[in-house]
Structures are given as structure tokens and as C-alpha cells.
């Protein structure tokens, strides 16, 4: 049963401290909200933290269209609601099952019926109540003779609809909309056997590891490049509902060193709303290859750096890069382009070769599977096969080719050599330094006290 009455919570939410303080002024039944809501949306890294903390309510005018409503929402002020004065008002939330309908409802709140059927005849909005879903929530709020005074209709985490007695025995309707609190959150890590590892160490989820990979995906090899001490920094927003985190949102600005050599890269969100990833001079990040073929998820897992280096020296000559990987993993195609070649040989096993614009070819060896055929126009990052061992291969891995005009090229120096995707335009530099430049300056920022701290030690 989720049914208590309790006093009603303190709408004096806003006063409390954004530096997210211990105190649990929720009422139970409000943490009971909480925790029946937290089943329906996926947050995979919520903490079981419950404290209160400022949250924006932007009300949505109801159908009355009396603005005036609003001053009974502000989160800020402790505004007595309309009707109710000073008087303690008793608050009954109850849960919806399947199967209830609005009578079973008010009967478990112990709410006369005729004041449902004022409350249903009060106005379009009210006949949603008719349509109740399982998982929804009622919260009845009643003066001391038992009279309801408002009712909420709570149909997810984010939204409500109130409905508040006005005079005599209507009630007006308003949609309260609750928006979650963004912060900027930074992370630093440094890498001692793989990527995932380090991220999962610094705090970061592997969606946001592979989001801050994917950035970086035209100019580092995340299966072979990856060394002992490489680092990142990253800022990324986190984002905060009732002092509870529910997720994550984009990667703002971040910065990978590499084997000595840093690359960063900025969020920018151009003018016609498109968001992309950038460096700080304004040239994209996506080029017109990726650097590894494969998705690196299911390989860095087993990040060794002996493994990955080349098993087959003994084959010569060796003109392309050897991926071992496990048998299945999805293989892509770093470019777009058109499949000239899905075959078998007794040497290549399954095959693809696919031509990218007039001058690049690529090819990949030795699949267990082909998923595209020749002919086929292909997208980057597109899987057209998956790691085997078909042909001459001791092992399971992916043969990598990457040819110029017909001559094999080592992949790591031509790529970033190769055309790059467009930069920001020169008429949109202004705009884009105003917007990116002070996530950099903050990315600097978080940087620096650390490095700061680094030198007090080693001086
Ligand atoms: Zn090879």
C-alpha cells in the first residue's frame, strides 16, 4: 500500500543551499514519488541520494489562462494555496495500479464523490483524470473537515497537472513542469590499462568514455595507439533532479593526450542549432576517416598493449595494420564509400574492399562474416563485417589496409593528412569563439589547480 497522510511538504524548496546539503525535508511521501518514478526512467548512475535542491518550475498557463496562477507555483516563495490559508492541509498521495479508475481512488483517499464530480465538471483539462495510467500518481491535498483543496496529478517525474479549488466548488487547472538542474562536471584520469578502466576510475559512465572516444575517433586509434600515461580531462554536464542525479548530458569540452601529443576539442552549437565537436580554432573533428576500424568497445575491454601489437611479422610484406580482436567483433567502414569487393579468397578469407571518392581505397581481411556486397554504398562507422580468422590467419583479427592512389599508406600518418571535414565558417568565427571560448577557459580552469598542486609536490 502507498497510502499515508502526512503534513504537506515545505514548498520552500528554492531556499535551501545549492550546495546540496544533508537535509531531508522531503516527506516521506514525496521520497516514496521519487523512488515509484526512479522505476521509469533509466539512470543507471543515480546515487541514492535524496536531497533537496533548487528546481525550476516553468508553469504552463491552464485553459482559464490566469497568469496570476503562477505566484502559487514559484518554487521560491512559500505562497499559501488559494483557498486553503493558513490552515495545515493533510496530503494522500496514492499510486496507480491497473485497473483503478478515479472512484476506486477517491474512495481509498476517503474523499466524498460529489467532490469528484465537481472536480470532473470544472473543465476539459479535468477529464484526463478519466484516463488514468498505472504508474501515475494522485496526491489528494485536504483541509482539516476533509474538503479537497487541490489534487495533483503527477504522470511522470517532470510534469504535473494541479488542480486547485478556487471558490465555492470549482477548480482551476495549471501544468507544472519541472526541469532538471544542470552542472558542468569535470574529470580527470590517466590511463594504466585501458581507456574503460581509467574512465570507469575517474567516474565517467561508458556511454560518456565512448562519447569522449568517438570525439576523438579521426585522430587517435583507441585499439592501438593507447600507452601507459595517456590522460584526459573532461568537462560534461551532469544533470540533477530533486538532488538526485538521473543522467548525463552532452560532453562540453575535453582534451586527450596521447602519447605525448594533446589534442582538445569544444562543443559548438552552430546557428542553425546543429552541435558538433570542433578544436578551439574551429576546425571539425570529424574527418573523412575514422582511425579504427573496429568498435573499440569490445576490444579495449581486453586492452593489452602486447596483444595488439602485430602478431604476423613473419608475413611479408606487411602492408597494413593487424587488429587482434575477438572473433565477431563488428568491424566498420572508416569512410564513407562504395564496396568494390565482398569476396573469399584462400589468402584474404572474407573480404571487403571499398573505395572511398577517387583516390582512397580500403580494405579489410580475414571476417568471419560479410554484411554488405559489392556495389554497396557505405557510410562511416557503418559495420560491414565482423573479426574472424578466415584465410591465412593464425588467429582471430582484423587486416587493415589503407591505399592512396594505389599504394599502401601507413593510416596513421595519412589520415591526418586527409581533406577534414568542414570548419566553422569564417562569418560564424565570432559566434563560435563567444560560446566555446569560455568552455575552454572552465576546462583550463579545473586543469589548472590540479597541475598547480602537482608542482607544490615536485618542487
Ligand atoms: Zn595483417
Known amino acids: ?29 514525496v521520497a516514496v514519488f521519487v523512488l515509484v518514478l526512479a522505476v521509469f526512467i533509466p539512470t543507471p548512475e543515480v546515487e541514492a541520494r535524496r536531497m533537496p535542491l533548487p528546481v525550476k518550475l516553468s508553469p504552463v498557463t491552464g485553459e482559464t489562462g490566469e497568469a496570476h496562477l503562477d505566484t502559487t507555483l514559484a518554487p521560491h516563495q512559500a505562497v499559501p494555496l488559494a483557498s486553503a490559508g493558513t490552515e495545515a492541509l493533510q496530503s494522500l498521495s496514492l499510486k496507480i495500479r491497473n485497473g483503478d479508475t478515479l472512484t476506486d481512488l477517491f474512495k481509498r483517499a476517503k474523499v466524498h464523490a460529489s467532490e469528484m464530480y465537481h472536480l470532473l465538471g470544472s473543465g476539459r483539462e479535468a477529464k484526463q483524470l478519466a484516463r488514468l495510467a498505472p504508474g501515475e500518481e494522485l496526491t489528494f491535498l485536504l483541509n482539516p473537515e476533509g474538503q479537497l483543496q487541490r489534487l ?65 575517433s579521426s585522430d587517435i586509434d583507441f585499439a592501438l595507439d593507447i600507452r601507459k600515461g595517456d590522460s584526459f580531462s573532461i568537462m560534461f554536464e551532469e544533470k540533477f533532479f530533486d538532488g538526485e542525479k538521473i543522467g548525463n548530458g552532452p560532453i562540453l569540452a575535453v582534451s586527450f593526450t596521447n602519447q605525448g601529443r594533446t589534442y582538445s576539442a569544444v562543443r559548438y552549437v552552430d546557428n542553425k542549432g546543429d552541435a558538433n565537436y570542433f578544436t578551439p580554432e574551429g576546425k571539425s573533428m ?36 593487424d587488429y587482434a580482436a575477438p572473433r565477431g567483433t563488428p568491424v566498420y567502414a572508416t569512410g564513407d ?101 569560455p568552455l575552454l577557459a572552465k576546462l583550463a580552469s579545473y586543469q589548472g589547480p590540479a597541475l598547480a598542486k602537482l608542482d607544490e609536490n615536485n618542487p
Open 337 to 437: 564509400g562504395r564496396v568494390i569487393a565482398s569476396s573469399y579468397s584462400k589468402a584474404n578469407g572474407n573480404y571487403i574492399f571499398i573505395q572511398h571518392g577517387e583516390r582512397y581505397v580500403t580494405r579489410y581481411l580475414h571476417l568471419t562474416k560479410r554484411k554488405v556486397k559489392k556495389g554497396q554504398r557505405v557510410q562511416q562507422r557503418q559495420v560491414i563485417g565482423t573479426v574472424g580468422s578466415t584465410g591465412y590467419a593464425t588467429g582471430p583479427h582484423l587486416h587493415y589496409e589503407f591505399l592512396v592512389d594505389g599504394r599502401h599508406r601507413n593510416p596513421a600518418t595519412i589520415v591526418r593528412k586527409l581533406p577534414k571535414a568542414k570548419s566553422v565558417p569564417t562569418s560564424e568565427m565570432t559566434r563560435f569563439k563567444n560560446q566555446t571560448q
Open 1 to 29: 500500500m502507498q497510502n499515508h497522510r502526512k503534513p504537506i511538504p515545505n514548498p520552500r524548496i528554492g531556499a535551501l543551499s545549492k550546495h546540496f546539503p544533508r537535509v531531508h525535508a522531503l516527506t516521506a511521501g
Open 152 to 216: 495533483e496529478l503527477h504522470k511522470d517525474r517532470l510534469s504535473q497537472v494541479r488542480f486547485t479549488r478556487t471558490t465555492g466548488n470549482t477548480f482551476k487547472h495549471t501544468l507544472v513542469q519541472r526541469e532538471p538542474d544542470s552542472h558542468p562536471a569535470y574529470r580527470h584520469g590517466e590511463i594504466s590499462s585501458s581507456l574503460f578502466v581509467a574512465g570507469s576510475e575517474a567516474g565517467l559512465s561508458d556511454s560518456l568514455i565512448m562519447e569522449m572516444a568517438d570525439v576523438f
Open 286 to 321: 570529424r574527418k573523412a576517416f575514422i582511425r579504427t576500424p573496429l568498435d573499440i568497445v569490445r576490444i579495449s575491454s581486453h586492452f593489452n598493449p602486447r596483444r595488439l601489437h602485430p602478431v604476423f611479422k613473419s608475413r611479408r610484406p606487411h602492408n597494413g595494420t
